[in-house]
């Protein structure tokens, strides 16, 4: 099994709503990943998770809050969006963090919309 | 600054017409040079990794290629089915994190 399955694969909600994305990877993967990714635009870093502890925070505002509940699984809780903040979410994973040959699986990604 | 830059942005073919794309970078110290398929609304789907100039990595119509400054995908007798946007990504031993390049979106016509 080499997929990274996530869940919704679109999502609509207002800027008052509370919603999260998840994933789940069965890789044996202790390293997973949030990527943000705007139309025609390359995917941005948000989130590293290294064995299920928080690595990496790319500067993301607070309205994003990332959880990793054990090591197949990655959440992030969506609250107070903004519209600007309507992208494709991606989330990824790789054997470990901070190996230089590392590639990364990709799921197919979260639609989200803010109205 | 280190950068990635990928060229041309878009790339029109007509079925059977070869071509490449170009991925050149400004980073000290690469440790790894990817390249990712990504189809419209999905994931980038892995291809490709080059760790030294003069690598040459080959699946089905596509070859990279990877040189001091920076990395080709040549795609030889393309099919409708090669549309996509290819993207380009670098870890270098200052960041160690994956920097990509902004893409180049390829439509091959029947």
């Known amino acids: 099994d080499t997929e990274v399955t996530q869940t919704p694969k679109h999502l609509v909600m207002g800027m008052t709503n509370k919603k999260s994305l998840k994933c789940e990877q069965h890789m044996g993967h202790r390293a997973m990943y949030w990527y943000k990714q705007k139309a025609k635009k390359p995917p941005e870093l948000m989130f590293v998770y290294s064995y299920e502890k928080l690595s990496i925070n790319e500067s993301v505002p607070s309205r994003f809050s990332p959880e990793c509940p054990n090591s197949s699984l990655l959440n992030l809780h969506l609250h107070a969006l903004q519209p600007e903040d309507s992208a494709l979410y991606l989330c990824?994973?790789?054997?470990?963090?901070?190996?230089?040959?590392?590639?990364?699986?990709f799921g197919s990604g979260t639609q989200l919309s803010v109205l | 600054e280190d950068q990635v830059t990928q060229s041309p942005e878009a790339l029109r073919l007509q079925e059977g017409e070869s071509s490449s794309l170009n991925c050149s970078y400004t980073?000290?110290?690469?440790?790894?040079l990817f390249w990712y398929r990504q189809d419209p609304g999905k994931g980038p789907e892995f291809l490709f990794t080059?760790?030294?100039a003069g690598e040459e990595k080959e699946k089905e119509r596509l070859k990279a290629t990877l040189t001091k400054k920076e990395s080709f995908l040549h795609i030889t007798a393309p099919k409708p089915e090669d549309s996509a946007t290819y993207l380009c990504a670098v870890r270098y031993n200052a960041g160690n994190m994956l920097t990509f390049g902004g893409g180049t979106r390829l439509m091959v016509k029947p």
């Open positions: 980073v000290s110290g690469l440790r790894g």
């Open positions: 080059l760790y030294s």
């Open positions: 990824a994973s790789s054997q470990e963090f901070r190996q230089f040959n590392e590639k990364l699986f």
